[in-house]
Structures are given as C-alpha cells and as structure tokens.
C-alpha cells in the first residue's frame, strides 16, 4: 500500500474491480478525456485490462485509488506506472479518478503525488512522463501542482467527437519534484 494525505493507493483485488470501472470508462466525458476507445469497453474487454496488469509480464504498476478521508475508503479510480525502464530510470504515468463525485477535491493529485514520491524515492527512477489532451485544464492544472512541465505539443493527436485536439507531453524530474514538494512546505 502506497500512503498519500487523502488517498491510499492499493493492488486490485483482482478482475473483479472490472465491474467498478464500467460506469468509469464508459461515462462519455470521462472516455474523451482519457483519449479512451471510441466504444463502450465490455466487461471482459475492462477484465483484460485488468488481467494485463496484473501479469508479472506488465512492466509497471497498477494501483486502485482509495479514499482516506471517508468512514469506509471508497474506491475512486485507478492510476499506473507504465513502461517502466531501469535502464533510464523512466516510467510513464496515468490516472484515472473514475467517480466524477470525487473530481476537483484534491484526491487526483493527492494520487499522482504519492504514486511519484514512490517511483523516485523506492524505485529509484529519474523522469516520469505523461500526454494530456491541452483540452483538459483540471488534469493539466494537477499534473503543474505535482511539479510536472509541459515539453512538448503533439499537434491533433486525437480526434474525438469529430474535432481533432493537441495533446500535451509533460515530463516530471525527481529534481522538479523535489522542488515542488519544498515550495509546499
Ligand atoms: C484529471 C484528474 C485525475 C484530476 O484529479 P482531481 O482530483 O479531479 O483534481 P484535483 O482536485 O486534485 O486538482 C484539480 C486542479 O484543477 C483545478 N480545477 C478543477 N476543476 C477544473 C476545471 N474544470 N478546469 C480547470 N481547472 C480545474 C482545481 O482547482 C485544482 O487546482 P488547484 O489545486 O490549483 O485548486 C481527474 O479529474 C480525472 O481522473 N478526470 C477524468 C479522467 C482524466 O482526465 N484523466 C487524466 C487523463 S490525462
């Protein structure tokens, strides 16, 4: 278990937490801001996903996001490392708060700040990286909060809903989080 302020970050069950995530990646809005297939994800295209993370083979971590600050911790979305590289001490990274009740309270940086503490302080990486629709303000506002910069610009990288949009990358360094966590203090 990964231990932020407001959220606790913890291994799925197993498949099962596919049946939680319907109602996530088939909300609409969710499933454009995620860049996510244009169709409904079925239950055992949800269980694949999940199966996939949950091999040895999968070169990352999947987590499910638990709230802290309720009665009973409630789960409220998923966030992973991916493609993690030893080598270059690089991963990428993705989150998804599912329950929209839950969006704009602090839990989704909350995660990616806990998530990143872990990546540089226990698995020792130098750079994490992620591409956000520019179109997203609330996931680009976080990612600044957490110390990630924009590097780059992927011009009509995706095409949903019949406009094209830009995708943004932005990278973390453990050095910007450092920084950022002492401008919090
Ligand atoms: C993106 C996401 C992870 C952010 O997590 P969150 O818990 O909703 O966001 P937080 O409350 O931690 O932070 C959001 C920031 O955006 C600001 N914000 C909230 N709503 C906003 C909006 N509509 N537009 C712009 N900024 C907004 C908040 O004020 C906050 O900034 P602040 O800390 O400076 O006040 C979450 O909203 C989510 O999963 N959305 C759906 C899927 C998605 O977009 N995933 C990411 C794909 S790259």
Redesign the pocket.
Known sequence: MIRGEKVRLVPPSGVDFAKVTGAWVNDP??RH???GPAYQMSLAAREDFLRERLEPSFKGIYLVIETLDTPEPVAI?GIELRQVSPEHRSADI?????D?A???????????RALCRFAFDEMDLNRIE????EV???????YE?VGFVVEGRQRQDAYLGGHYYDSLVMGLLRADFVAAEQARQ
């Open positions: 809005l969710t801001l995620i860049v979305g993705g989150i998804l708060v599912g929209r839950y969006w704009g309270r602090g839990y989704g940086t909350d995660a990616m992620l591409h956000v629709l997203n303000t609330r996931a680009v506002r976080s909060r």
